[in-house]
């Protein structure tokens, strides 16, 4: 039976062994055998060892065919900046959400870690590298699309955050589902990913799949009560009067946008005035990419904004600050600051989350788990420790004073002087080459416009030498030639146009960042420090990372019913849960789950029923095909050819079988029902016969028919590897009846 090989490895050390550490950057290898080599995320955070991306690069540049991305978040897209600076331009494919936002993530990311640290892994032209057209191919949900070695990708809506991806990966009759972060509840501004593709209908009985297990053990809160949770922990602080702020970490782009409607929204219901300040270097472009992406939202914002151009992320109470000094002009009293970066490992959270920290009448609200070495991460265990003073040692910018700023200030001033000469002497030398243009033009109108000229005259015009007139086009070249730009070949009406029609959006960040270099405040250095920082404000946590929890993944593998499980990530005792819930509830159906480990390569071979043929051109002609799905099917019967390689064949490559026609009397085959049908699929067509059914624990019953006879049953089951559904009742007129609407469910062959 034809075998395909299927290898998988985890670039990143997730350091599993410690039970706490979450949220950890995803990057994981998938090679496919004969097809491609694709790059599964790659993410980075405050932690992450650039070695790790210095390892992929060295290893696999020139390798790899494709990056799949899953969601705009540091964890998922944090590392591209630092590939493209080392020269790995590798095509990327995600969703048009990710390519809006992720720029901005990185922008905003990039920006924080400059403003505590000599930042250098990377600058804003490595952001832009990876956003280049010419490179980020940008999908829709449920868009077929066809990598080298006809293999298939097709992203899935995944909830959680907006463009968030499950990918499905077919090459002939394999799937592999690569689904890390997900939710299957509907929120205000998306879809659940059950809701989105229809409780998995999409996938059938996948080879592989691939899930994180770093998902929450407790069962979820219900998406109001969580609302009704965290608005509470606000409403105590800024409706008390003690005049304290509350301070919440957060994302740039991801779960920000469902915490933001949830504010507004309260806010506007109950007339409250107390500020909301969203504090981030971007969250201007945060906001209007929003507005530009309600089709990737849920049913409720996209139908409001369809009818009455209603878009929910016109804000009537949000107010946006992009620098410190914009925050410091608000005074004093009660705020609400949604801050970024959610670790406090940079940007204005953790500079206000230092300030904020010593005052009782504070508060400050973690809203998702992060790695175990953040500050994040050790402030909530040291306030469940009943530990309210923690020592630090931070790196932060100050200001320069005294004699360092006098010799910046000289520095810059020579720099400036240095930067004038240049420019004085390229103009210098301009000026002396339109002079030396204008006396060789001078020298040629002697001769009146005709070239019938004698020594002597030449020699009159200052000529050493008699050559006819000439001027010389300065032209430039690069390694493929002559330099050519497209306006060459525009029209004047084509120029205007193409200069009118250029993308807003990425000239709006453009513009953005040329203002945070241009308003350059006061020199700085960055310095480091011991901190002995005492935690008086209260601290708490809402679960607000809009993910399925360990119960809804279990149920989502037993629909699934894959052949081989992965699990990635997460504490060992989550995926041992899940381990034991496979081995309970599809014993015979998947094989135990492989947990590897860093840079462990997991080998899975399967077996494929697809086996490649080449049938003769008689026999080709003669089929007749069926419609299944995507797939046209026939019947064949015919006789292998025996066949040999050739000289010029590739000793490596296959012999590919060829089939003929059968010569003698045809035998015929049984009747072969092929496709899938859906118990909840099946009951609308009863319905719609005019029999009563209704469907309970997986027992579709069939009852009602006037003058009938019907009391039947009908459950899907497995056997022998195989789903069939079964039809228990009496016989009679209804028993055929069904039984006949059952088979027409399916194509007969």
């Known amino acids: 039976?034809?075998?395909?090989?299927?290898?998988?490895?985890?670039?990143?050390?997730?350091?599993?062994?410690?039970?706490?550490?979450?949220?950890?950057?995803?990057?994981?290898?998938?090679?496919?055998?004969?097809?491609?080599?694709?790059?599964?995320?790659?993410?980075?955070?405050?932690?992450?060892?650039?070695?790790?991306l210095d390892k992929i690069v060295e290893s696999l540049n020139g390798k790899i065919d494709a990056i799949l991305l899953s969601k705009p978040s540091l964890a998922s897209i944090g590392g591209l900046p630092y590939l493209s600076k080392k020269g790995m331009n590798v095509p990327i494919y995600a969703t048009i959400p990710i390519y809006?936002?992720?720029?901005?993530?990185?922008?905003?990311?990039?920006?924080?870690?400059?403003?505590?640290?000599?930042?250098?892994?990377?600058?804003?032209?490595?952001?832009?590298?990876?956003?280049?057209?010419?490179?980020?191919?940008?999908?829709k949900y449920q868009q077929h699309f066809n990598l080298r070695g006809g293999v298939q990708i097709i992203p899935y809506a995944a909830g959680h955050m907006i463009g968030g991806t499950i990918w499905r990966i077919k090459k002939e009759s394999e799937e592999i589902i690569y689904a890390l972060h997900f939710n299957e509840t509907k929120e205000r501004h998306l879809k659940?990913?059950?809701?989105?593709?229809?409780?998995?209908?999409?996938?059938?009985r996948p080879a592989l799949c691939i899930l994180d297990s770093s998902m929450s053990s407790?069962?979820?809160?219900?998406?109001?009560?969580?609302?009704?949770?965290?608005?509470?922990?606000?409403?105590?602080?800024?409706?008390?009067?003690?005049?304290?702020s509350v301070l919440i970490p957060i994302d740039t782009t991801g779960r920000i946008l469902e915490l933001l409607l949830i504010l507004d929204s309260?806010?506007?219901?109950?007339?409250?005035?107390?500020?909301?300040?969203?504090?981030?270097?971007?969250?201007?472009?945060?906001?209007?990419?929003?507005?530009?992406?309600?089709?990737?939202?849920?049913?409720?914002?996209?139908?409001?904004?369809?009818?009455?151009?209603?878009?929910?992320?016109?804000?009537?109470?949000?107010?946006?600050?992009?620098?410190?000094?914009?925050?410091?002009?608000?005074?004093?009293?009660?705020?609400?600051?949604?801050?970024?970066?959610?670790?406090?490992?940079?940007?204005?959270?953790?500079?206000?989350?230092?300030?904020?920290?010593?005052?009782?009448?504070?508060?400050?609200i973690f809203t998702g788990r992060q790695n175990s070495e953040c500050l994040a991460s050790k402030v909530l265990k040291a306030i469940q420790n009943n530990k309210k003073n923690l020592e630090l040692t931070i790196s932060k910018r100050i200001k320069l004073v005294g004699q360092e700023l006098a010799d910046y200030n000289r520095k810059k001033e020579e720099e400036e002087e240095q930067k004038r000469i240049s420019l004085e002497l390229a103009e210098q030398d301009r000026e002396d080459s339109e002079d030396e243009d204008e006396e060789a033009q001078n020298r040629l109108s002697a001769f009146d416009g005709t070239h019938d000229m004698t020594r002597d005259q030449f020699k009159s015009a200052g000529f050493r030498h008699p050559i006819f007139p000439f001027t010389e086009t300065t032209r430039t070249f690069d390694e493929y030639g002559e330099s050519l730009t497209r306006e060459d070949f525009l029209f004047e009406d084509s120029v205007e146009a193409m200069e009118i029609t250029q993308p807003k959006k990425k000239k709006k960040i453009e513009e953005d960042v040329e203002m945070m270099e241009v308003v350059e405040e006061d020199p700085t250095k960055v310095v480091i420090q011991n901190l002995n920082l005492q935690i008086n404000c209260s601290i708490k946590f809402v679960d607000f990372e809009g993910r399925s929890d360990i119960k809804s993944v279990n149920r989502i593998i037993q629909s699934l019913a894959p052949r081989r499980l992965i699990l990635v990530d997460g504490p060992k005792e989550n995926k041992e849960t899940i381990a034991a819930n496979v081995e309970k509830n599809l014993k015979g159906l998947?094989?135990?789950?492989?947990?590897?480990?860093?840079?462990?390569?997991?080998?899975?071979?399967?077996?494929?029923?697809?086996?490649?043929?080449?049938?003769?051109?008689?026999?080709?002609?003669?089929?007749?095909?069926?419609?299944?799905?995507?797939?046209?099917?026939?019947?064949?019967?015919?006789?292998?050819?025996?066949?040999?390689?050739?000289?010029?064949?590739?000793?490596?490559?296959?012999?590919?079988?060829?089939?003929?026609?059968?010569?003698?009397?045809?035998?015929?085959?049984?009747?072969?029902?092929?496709?899938?049908?859906?118990l909840a699929d099946?009951?609308?067509?009863?319905?719609?016969?005019?029999?009563?059914?209704?469907?309970?624990?997986?027992?579709?019953?069939?009852?009602?028919?006037?003058?009938?006879?019907?009391?039947?049953?009908?459950?899907?089951?497995?056997k022998e590897g195989k789903s069939v559904i079964e039809l228990d009742g009496s016989l009679g007129r209804d028993y055929f009846i069904v039984r006949r609407l059952l088979a027409s469910q399916y194509t007969i062959v």
């Open 1 to 52: 039976m034809p075998q395909s090989l299927i290898k998988f490895t985890p670039l990143y050390d997730s350091k599993e062994e410690n039970a706490e550490n979450y949220n950890v950057p995803l990057c994981f290898l998938l090679e496919i055998q004969d097809s491609c080599t694709i790059l599964l995320d790659c993410g980075w955070n405050s932690q992450l060892d650039a070695t790790y």
């Open 100 to 139: 809006e936002l992720g720029r901005v993530l990185l922008y905003d990311f990039h920006e924080s870690k400059k403003n505590c640290e000599d930042f250098s892994t990377f600058n804003l032209d490595d952001v832009d590298s990876v956003f280049e057209p010419d490179r980020f191919v940008q999908l």
């Open 192 to 204: 659940g990913a059950l809701t989105s593709f229809e409780s998995f209908k999409h996938f059938e």
């Open 218 to 244: 407790a069962v979820q809160l219900k998406r109001k009560m969580r609302d009704q949770e965290i608005l509470k922990n606000i409403l105590e602080v800024i409706e008390n009067g003690s005049g304290g």
């Open 266 to 364: 309260h806010w506007s219901r109950n007339k409250l005035n107390h500020q909301i300040l969203f504090f981030s270097p971007f969250s201007i472009d945060t906001i209007s990419y929003a507005k530009s992406q309600i089709e990737w939202m849920s049913e409720e914002i996209t139908t409001a904004f369809d009818h009455a151009r209603d878009n929910p992320f016109n804000f009537k109470h949000i107010k946006t600050i992009v620098r410190r000094k914009d925050f410091d002009a608000l005074g004093e009293g009660p705020k609400i600051v949604l801050a970024t970066m959610p670790d406090l490992e940079c940007g204005f959270s953790r500079d206000l989350f230092f300030e904020m920290a010593e005052d009782p009448r504070n508060r400050v």
């Open 590 to 678: 998947c094989k135990p789950a492989f947990t590897p480990k860093y840079n462990e390569t997991i080998e899975i071979i399967s077996e494929t029923l697809i086996m490649k043929i080449k049938l003769d051109d008689q026999l080709a002609d003669s089929l007749n095909y069926f419609n299944v799905a995507d797939y046209q099917i026939s019947y064949i019967e015919g006789v292998f050819k025996n066949t040999q390689k050739s000289k010029k064949e590739d000793e490596n490559q296959a012999i590919v079988p060829v089939l003929e026609p059968f010569v003698g009397e045809e035998k015929g085959h049984q009747v072969i029902y092929v496709g899938e049908v859906k």
């Open 682 to 718: 099946f009951r609308n067509v009863l319905v719609a016969s005019g029999f009563k059914s209704d469907l309970e624990r997986g027992i579709l019953g069939v009852s009602g028919v006037a003058g009938g006879d019907a009391n039947l049953s009908l459950q899907k089951k497995t």
